[in-house]
């Protein structure tokens, strides 16, 4: 992607199935923020899913490709997880996790059967949510005082700034995520008003 300042994920949660020569492939896809998301959510299908013979995985997080992780969860190493992968790849999605849980149906599909089936169910499941473009931000610190939040509140709002933490006291903290491509803007803004100090 040339463009920095946006990414593509999905908008919520979603799930699809697909079927081949009685093994069933249950896709779910959610969106992610942080690697520390993954585990809860494989492990919760684990147990909604306790007679299911693989739960493979892979998810993409971040801007800079590098954190991702592909799993067979005991199929044939490259059969599950990659074509996975190759899907939310081929969408440009990042901040996204799908998981496949198959349920075995007797027959050996083999390793181009594997594959195609993995990847099929990965393409359901995103076909199913809507794909959304979002900014990339860049996280600002504030502190002020309670008398001039509303000053403060209006340049988060105009600029579409996300809250990440609030911890509004007499004296006031605020993290936000602040849209990269209005970033010299909105700390221009915050500076102009008295009294609020911004870390980057």
């Keep these: 992607m040339t463009?920095?300042?946006?990414?593509?994920?999905?908008?919520?949660?979603?799930?699809?199935?697909?079927k081949d020569r009685g093994s069933k492939f249950l896709a779910f896809a959610y969106p992610v923020a942080a690697v520390e998301e993954v585990k809860p959510m494989v492990d919760e299908l684990k147990k909604e899913h306790p007679k299911a013979s693989h739960y493979c995985f892979a998810y993409k997080i971040g801007l800079d490709g590098d954190q991702f992780r592909v799993n067979d969860d005991g199929e044939p190493s490259g059969t599950a997880g990659k074509p996975i992968f190759g899907t939310i790849e081929s969408k440009q999605l990042t901040?996204?996790?799908?998981?496949?849980?198959?349920?075995?149906?007797g027959t050996l599909l083999g390793v181009p059967g594997?594959?195609?089936a993995y990847k099929s169910a990965a393409?359901?499941?995103?076909?199913?949510?809507p794909v959304i473009q979002k900014a990339v931000e860049e996280k600002r610190s504030l502190h002020f005082?309670?008398?001039?939040?509303n000053d403060v509140m209006i340049i988060v709002k105009q600029y579409n700034c996300n809250i990440i933490r609030q911890d509004l006291q007499l004296f006031c903290h605020m993290e936000i995520g602040v849209p990269r491509n209005r970033l010299t803007e909105v700390d221009f803004k915050l500076k102009d008003i008295r009294g609020v100090v911004i870390d980057e």
């Design 114 to 116: 594997l594959i195609n």
């Design 123 to 129: 393409v359901l499941v995103l076909q199913t949510i």
């Design 95 to 105: 901040n996204v996790l799908i998981v496949v849980v198959r349920y075995f149906g």
């Design 145 to 149: 005082d309670y008398t001039i939040i």
């Design 3 to 18: 463009n920095k300042d946006y990414y593509f994920t999905i908008a919520q949660k979603g799930q699809a199935e697909y």
